[in-house]
């Protein structure tokens, strides 16, 4: 997967949900290699 993509996973993920931060980027690292 492109870092690029990640990152912007990352970015969307922190955005989306700042209180539940880890629930939004835990379905997101599962979908990682």
Do not use: C, W
Not at 9 to 25: E, F, T
């Amino acid at each position: 997967m492109n870092s690029t993509v990640m990152i912007a996973i990352h970015q969307m993920a922190l955005v989306h949900s700042r209180g539940k931060r880890r629930d939004a980027i835990d379905p997101m690292v599962r979908m990682l290699p």
